[in-house]
């Protein structure tokens, strides 16, 4: 994840660092943890394996989503919508989309 923060002092520990300094400081965590580290304090390798792992995410991005009172929306990264979804038809939207991935797949041999 990245975030704007002073570049000098991307943690927010230091009250007295100059502002001027602020720009796009990535953070990353392992799967389970709530403690978020600057990539700037990771060994180069692991920033390199994260930097990897990001492309691949940009070129084919997971869609997220919104829980609204009575539906689900589920957009892109680029805010796309990708469908709209009553709550109480979600499940049978999920079985018909298995199903329709095992025709894909058994269609092309996968």
Same mark, same amino acid.
């Given at each position: 994840?990245?975030?704007?923060?002073?570049?000098?002092?991307?943690?927010?520990? %230091? &009250?007295?660092? &100059?502002?001027?300094?602020?720009?796009?400081? %990535? /953070?990353?965590? &392992?799967?389970?943890?709530?403690?978020?580290?600057? /990539?700037?304090?990771?060994?180069?390798?692991?920033?390199?394996?994260?930097?990897?792992?990001?492309?691949?995410?940009?070129? /084919?991005?997971? &869609?997220?989503?919104?829980?609204?009172?009575?539906?689900?929306?589920?957009?892109?990264?680029?805010?796309?919508? /990708?469908?709209?979804?009553?709550?109480?038809?979600?499940?049978?939207?999920?079985?018909?989309?298995?199903?329709?991935?095992?025709?894909?797949?058994?269609?092309?041999?996968?």
């Amino acid at each position: 994840m990245w975030k704007h923060a002073n570049i000098a002092d991307p943690y927010g520990i %230091y &009250p007295d660092c &100059p502002e001027e300094c602020i720009g796009r400081v %990535y /953070f990353a965590r &392992p799967s389970g943890s709530d403690v978020w580290v600057c /990539f700037a304090d990771l060994p180069q390798a692991t920033v390199k394996a994260l930097r990897e792992k990001q492309k691949l995410r940009q070129a /084919f991005p997971e &869609p997220t989503v919104y829980r609204r009172a009575k539906e689900l929306l589920i957009v892109g990264e680029d805010q796309e919508q /990708f469908v709209r979804v009553r709550i109480e038809q979600a499940s049978k939207l999920i079985e018909k989309m298995r199903a329709a991935l095992k025709e894909h797949e058994a269609d092309n041999g996968s």
